[in-house]
């Protein structure tokens, strides 16, 4: 393996703030709102379906997330020990000197889950997909199509998704970014 990409929300970006706000802007209490997110999320559904049970409009426009205390360090020791240090996601993400490229949905010109993404992120990187790991708190979206691309593929639990999502064996599986240089190796 000779580079590590990263997905953006819920990896390396914790989202509480931003959802709470869209709860707040939307008139519904933050609890419930909560609640009615992480039920659309077990039940396998598009996360935009919560506007829909809500009954509310769907917000853009979002405030900025905060990011996860682990998250700086791990992509400074990655890269420290020699991997390529990606970040890909559906989300944009503003640059960072930790990392080697960046890329999203938009510049890939395709969408995760699709495999189409991956493939192309394993072409930015300029190496074969099983010289590759792609970490992501979401199995359905990050895990399982890095896999199917034919990356080795890291599943950190955090976020809604990372709980109530198994990953397959064939996943690497960590429950924090600290994990994941000893993981690699």
């Given amino acids: 393996m000779r580079a590590v990409v990263f997905d953006v929300g819920e990896t390396l970006l914790d989202e509480t703030r931003q959802w709470a706000s869209v709860a707040d802007r939307v008139g519904v209490p933050q609890f419930t709102f909560m609640g009615v997110f992480g039920g659309v999320v077990a039940r396998g559904e598009h996360h935009h379906r919560v506007y829909e049970l809500l009954g509310v409009e769907r917000v853009t426009g979002f405030e900025r997330c905060d990011p996860y205390p682990d998250a700086r360090a791990c992509l400074e020791r990655v890269r420290a020990a020699g991997y390529a240090v990606g970040i890909a996601g559906n989300l944009p993400w503003s640059g960072d000197d930790a990392v080697d490229f960046v890329a999203s949905s938009l510049t890939l010109g395709a969408e995760k889950p699709a495999v189409e993404f991956f493939e192309r992120l394993g072409e930015l990187a300029g190496l074969p997909p099983a010289e590759v790991a792609y970490v992501g708190d979401r199995v359905d979206y990050d ?26 064996a064939e996943a690497i599986r960590i429950d924090s970014l600290d994990e994941l240089p000893g993981a690699l190796a």
């Fill in 143 to 168: 895990v399982e199509p890095a896999l199917a691309a034919g990356m080795v593929a890291v599943h950190v639990r955090r976020g809604p998704w990372g709980f109530l999502q198994e990953p397959p």
